[in-house]
């Protein structure tokens, strides 16, 4: 059976990891930049800062809930349609910025940005699976997510100058620029992967189907619940840190800075490197071995007596946060077919903003009531937690020994089970469109020699 080529030039790789990264930089970095300019937006508003929280949750609610509708629409219009349409409104999102003058018109803007900003999780990621082999999804992935670590070095602090400069408004309309730069490039270096698409009519009751059918699987539901605790145990750990660090270790506020910096770099150094071992030695690994060492070093954060110290364990956390991160989000790439990727990231990034609350609310009520040491103990009690589940639910992903390598390789996702047959024999998807394209980036129900 002949392939179909695919529609558009082969792209440079380089050129779609830096698209992607860019996409991620700027996206993550708007949404980071709200904590660190609130002092300057209620300054310039006249409202009180425990107010501007509502700026925060505004934007989260959004994400979560337009990552759970946009999963299966990309699943069947694809990956590239989805990323164009979230940048161009995610550029026009943050350009009316500079328009909101008001408490009212900021909250509008800020909830339109999340809408945006759920268009666009998760396609990012699923579209390096889309797009790249296993054997080099780990290194890729750690490159794209790198971009978050990029905003937290030098994104943050350049729109909190701008924002103390010029106003609250500068800093999104920088981002503005950049988000539109990543559109053009979407344009220009991002053709669609020619993966199956589901070619089930597209409603409620089809998108629910869709979660409830992944969810029904033992390995999807335990990688659901491990992004919850995930992002939990990260905002019992991170929340209230600086807080405790001002009371009762007596830094300042530029020492907090130079923290989460230095937590930066190695946050962008470590997860390119983790992401090359995990696709020699494959991500479960990684994941669990990650997760353990983050147990013991967050439990350990409140004893360890010193700044120098804090300082130091923290490096290392960000580091194991930038491994397990990379290690895991790849995994979630090779647990199912293109034609459901789309919808497990957005199923993840929604549990994951859930998780963001539940932990962010829990840091907070520990935190008044005794203090931030038994937070720190929950938080790596989640990660011991979180490397049970992997060891016990989660199948050991990856590149496959021998097999083909380079940007665009298949090979298996996962491994088959009785209704999940290996990728490369005939096979009978009705789900999919009689037409997909099975170029060299898909995942055919065929085999070579047919």
């Known amino acids: 059976m002949p392939r179909p080529s695919l529609p558009l030039s082969d792209p440079s790789p380089r050129l779609v990891v830096f698209t992607l990264w860019l996409l991620v930089f700027a996206v993550g970095t708007q949404a980071m930049i709200i904590a660190p300019i609130i002092p300057q937006i209620a300054l310039q508003l006249g409202v009180e800062e425990a107010r501007l929280g509502t700026l925060v949750t505004s934007y989260a609610v959004a994400v979560g809930a337009f990552a759970l509708v946009t999963g299966p629409v990309s699943d069947r219009v694809g990956r590239r349609t989805v990323l164009v349409v979230g940048t161009a409104l995610m550029a026009a999102a943050l350009a009316l910025h500079g328009l909101a003058g008001s408490y009212l018109s900021l909250l509008l803007v800020r909830a339109l940005a ?84 589901a070619v089930t009519p597209l409603s409620l009751g089809s998108a629910i189907g869709g979660y409830r059918a992944l969810l029904a699987r033992r390995d999807v539901a335990a990688a659901t619940v491990v992004f919850f605790v995930m992002f939990g145990g990260n905002a019992l750990y991170t929340t209230f840190l600086p807080t405790w660090l001002t009371v009762t270790v007596g830094v300042g506020a530029g020492a907090i800075a130079t923290l989460f910096l230095l937590g930066g770099l190695s946050n962008a150094v470590v997860g390119p490197l983790s992401g090359s071992l995990s696709d020699k030695l494959g991500r479960k690994r990684i994941i669990v071995a990650a997760s353990v060492g983050l147990a013991v070093l967050m439990a350990l954060t409140p004893f360890a007596g010193s700044f120098a110290l804090v300082a130091g364990t923290f490096v290392v956390v960000m580091a194991l946060f930038a491994s397990r991160a990379t290690s895991f989000t790849t995994m979630l790439t090779e647990l199912v077919d293109g034609d459901q990727r789309g919808s497990l990231m957005s199923l993840t990034v929604g549990v994951g903003q859930v998780g963001i609350g539940v932990g962010g609310a829990l840091a907070g009520s520990v935190y008044g009531s005794v203090g931030y ?42 491994p088959p089970t009785a209704d999940r047959p290996v990728p490369g024999t005939p096979v009978d998807r009705p789900d999919l469109a009689p037409d997909a394209l099975c170029g060299p980036m898909a995942e055919c129900g065929y085999r070579d020699d047919d």
Not at 130 to 150: H, K
Not at 402 to 409: H, K
Request: net charge positive; glycine share 16%.
């Open 373 to 414: 040491t038994p937070s720190a103990v929950a938080a790596g009690l989640s990660m011991l937690l979180i490397a049970g589940l992997v060891v016990v639910f989660l199948p050991a992903t990856g590149p496959v020994p021998g097999a083909v390598s380079g940007p665009t390789a298949p090979i298996p996702s996962a």
């Open 114 to 197: 999340g809408v945006a900003g759920g268009v666009l999780n998760g396609a990012a990621i699923a579209y390096v699976g889309d797009f790249f082999a296993p054997d080099r999804r780990g290194r890729v992935n750690g490159w794209v997510i790198s971009g978050f670590a990029a905003g937290q070095i030098a994104g943050i602090p350049v729109g909190t100058l701008l924002a103390s400069g010029f106003g609250y408004r500068a800093p999104f309309l920088l981002f503005a620029v950049f988000v539109a730069l990543a559109l053009v490039l979407v344009f220009v270096a991002l053709p669609q992967p020619a993966v199956g698409r």
